[in-house]
């Protein structure tokens, strides 16, 4: 299932994120590594505290996936990251929020996630 995340942690070392998947609370996260971050900008204000406090989990609804699309519909409350878990490949995906073109990231080293900048369906 794909969910918003608005809480992230930027990390530099493997050894960090391992660290968060073994004593995390069990729910989703978005975590990016430092150099992806720099790549970012737009995206370096909602670093954050990653316990489950400082972060609001929205799962998908509507999803749909075909052999060359998936689609869904989020909620957002406020500025986010969607975590799609499907395999980070740099520049080999055409990504659509809104029916606007989006640029995509890696997250939780091996994922690709959108920064979300307003509220509302999407």
Do not use: C
Not at 25 to 35: E, N, Y
Request: net charge positive.
């Amino acid at each position: 299932m794909h969910s918003l995340s608005i809480s992230w942690k930027a990390i530099i070392f493997e050894s960090d994120f391992v660290s968060l998947l073994k004593g995390g609370d069990g729910k989703a996260f978005a975590a990016i590594p430092h150099l992806e971050l720099e790549k970012q900008p737009a995206v370096r204000g909602l670093v954050s505290d990653h316990s489950s406090r400082a972060r609001r989990i929205v799962p998908a609804t509507d999803y749909s996936l075909t052999n060359n699309s998936t689609s869904f519909r989020v909620q957002v409350s406020s500025p986010g990251v969607v975590v799609l878990t499907e395999p980070y490949v740099e520049n080999d995906f055409e990504l659509r929020v809104n029916g606007q073109s989006a640029n995509y990231f890696r997250v939780n080293s091996a994922f690709r996630g959108v920064f979300v900048r307003r509220q509302g369906a999407l």
